[in-house]
């Protein structure tokens, strides 16, 4: 099995937010964020879900 190659401390797909005052980033913040970001995805997802199946049944 080959090594995974080395990030060399970079992750990608990840933005983290550093505090400029001691140059620390808040975690819980960052947390809550994507979460956020994740629960508006789903949303954004189970609308365009209902608006499908809405225009498909419609069709009959």
Do not use: C, S
Not at 7 to 31: P, S
Not at 35 to 53: A, V
């Amino acid at each position: 099995m080959r090594a995974r190659k080395p990030l060399n401390g970079k992750v990608t797909g990840v933005k983290f937010k550093v505090n400029e005052e001691n140059g620390e980033i808040d975690l819980k913040q960052e947390k809550a964020r994507i979460l956020k970001e994740i629960e508006e995805n789903e949303q954004k997802t189970k609308e365009w879900y209902d608006k499908e199946m809405e225009k498909n049944l419609n069709k009959k």
